[in-house]
């Protein structure tokens, strides 16, 4: 059975940074695209960034503005980079993966990133 699974959340001070990694098991993404969406309290999930499995660059939400950096480490691993959190980025991240964006068939349980200002 196909899994993905996140790892890296805890809470850090505005300004500082984070790792997020997800890496996924049963199978192989290499081909697949692997994202990141978030999901704040009271709000929906929302698309963070996405690394195509097709060997295109990165795709990235517009409120990242160059604070974070998604790559993938190996065939079934990928990581989020986030730099200058900010209090907004407060969310539990979600890692994802699917043969095309934005069409996701498998998520991860999430990983809480909490920043205090």
């Known amino acids: 059975q196909a899994q993905l699974i996140e790892s890296g959340g805890g809470l850090v001070r505005a300004g500082e940074s984070l790792r997020l990694s997800c890496v996924g098991t049963?199978?192989?993404?290499?081909?697949?695209?692997m994202a990141w969406f978030r999901q704040a309290p009271g709000k929906e999930r929302e698309f963070v960034a996405v690394?195509?499995?097709?060997?295109?660059?990165p795709t990235y939400a517009d409120f990242v503005k160059g604070r974070f950096t998604i790559s993938r480490d190996r065939t079934n691993m990928v990581s989020l980079e986030m730099r200058s959190l900010e209090v907004d980025d407060t969310a539990i991240y979600y890692c994802?993966?699917?043969?095309?964006?934005?069409?996701?068939?498998?998520w991860g349980q999430g990983t809480q990133v909490t920043v205090s200002s």
């Open positions: 994802a993966s699917g043969w095309r964006h934005p069409n996701y068939d498998y």
């Open positions: 049963g199978r192989t993404f290499a081909t697949y695209a």
């Open positions: 690394s195509a499995g097709s060997g295109r660059g």
